[in-house]
C-alpha cells in the first residue's frame, strides 16, 4: 500500500529544497532546534489558514505526485497497488487508479483515526478535520464503503468489492 501521508514526511526528510522553500514560506518557527521540520508546528499554522495550506499544497502536490506515479511504475507487475490518498482529487492522483473507492466515515471516526494514527490531541483532531479540503469527484468512484459500523462490517465491504473486481 502506498501512503500519501508517509510519501510526504519521506519528502519533507529527504527534499533539502522543499525545506528551504518551508523555511522561506512559513519561517523558521516550524523547525525544531535540529533543523528537522516539527510537523505539529506546521499543521497548526496550515490546518488554521486555507490560505496557508493552499500554499503548502502547492509546494508538495506536484513532489507528492512525482513520487507516486515513480513508485506506481515501479509496482506495474504487482496484481494489485493501493493508494492510501485523501488529497487523491486535489490532486492529479486519481488518474493513475484503475477503481477509486471512497471510504465514508463521519466526523468522530475519523478523529478516532487520526487520535490513532497521528497521536493528536482532541483540539489538533478538529483543527485538522476542520481545515481539511478534501474534494471528492463523485464520478469517478467505483465503489463507495460506509465506515460508519463494526470492523467486521468494514471488512464485508471490502470483500464485496475484492469480489466485484476479481483481485
Given at each position: 500500500?502506498?501512503d500519501?501521508?508517509?510519501?510526504?514526511?519521506?519528502?519533507?526528510?529527504?527534499?533539502?529544497?522543499?525545506?528551504?522553500?518551508?523555511?522561506?514560506?512559513?519561517?523558521?518557527?516550524?523547525?525544531?532546534?535540529?533543523?528537522?521540520?516539527?510537523?505539529?508546528?506546521?499543521?497548526?499554522?496550515?490546518?488554521?489558514?486555507?490560505?496557508?495550506?493552499e500554499?503548502?499544497?502547492?509546494?508538495?502536490?506536484?513532489?507528492?505526485?512525482?513520487?507516486?506515479?515513480?513508485?506506481?511504475?515501479?509496482?506495474?507487475?504487482?496484481?494489485?497497488?493501493?493508494?492510501?490518498?485523501?488529497?487523491?482529487?486535489n490532486?492529479?492522483?486519481?488518474?493513475?487508479?484503475?477503481?477509486?473507492?471512497?471510504?465514508?466515515?463521519?466526523?468522530?471516526?475519523?478523529?478516532?483515526?487520526?487520535?490513532?494514527?497521528?497521536?493528536?490531541?482532541?483540539?489538533?483532531?478538529?483543527?485538522?478535520?476542520?481545515?481539511?479540503h478534501?474534494?471528492?469527484?463523485?464520478?469517478?468512484?467505483?465503489?463507495?464503503?460506509?465506515?460508519y459500523?463494526?470492523?467486521?462490517?468494514?471488512?464485508?465491504?471490502?470483500?464485496?468489492?475484492?469480489?466485484?473486481?476479481?483481485?
Amino acid at each position: 500500500m502506498l501512503d500519501v501521508d508517509r510519501l510526504a514526511k519521506e519528502i519533507y526528510c529527504t527534499d533539502t529544497e522543499i525545506l528551504g522553500e518551508l523555511r522561506s514560506s512559513f519561517g523558521d518557527s516550524i523547525f525544531c532546534p535540529d533543523g528537522t521540520l516539527d510537523y505539529k508546528i506546521l499543521a497548526q499554522k496550515v490546518f488554521s489558514s486555507k490560505k496557508e495550506l493552499e500554499k503548502l499544497n502547492n509546494l508538495m502536490f506536484c513532489r507528492i505526485e512525482q513520487k507516486l506515479n515513480s513508485l506506481v511504475n515501479k509496482n506495474k507487475e504487482r496484481k494489485c497497488v493501493i493508494i492510501d490518498a485523501a488529497i487523491l482529487f486535489n490532486t492529479n492522483l486519481y488518474k493513475l487508479c484503475d477503481y477509486i473507492i471512497w471510504v465514508r466515515a463521519d466526523e468522530n471516526k475519523r478523529g478516532q483515526y487520526l487520535r490513532k494514527k497521528q497521536s493528536l490531541s482532541d483540539y489538533e483532531v478538529a483543527m485538522r478535520l476542520k481545515g481539511q479540503h478534501i474534494k471528492i469527484r463523485k464520478k469517478y468512484v467505483n465503489f463507495i464503503i460506509n465506515n460508519y459500523g463494526s470492523k467486521r462490517n468494514l471488512q464485508e465491504q471490502v470483500e464485496r468489492f475484492v469480489q466485484k473486481i476479481k483481485i
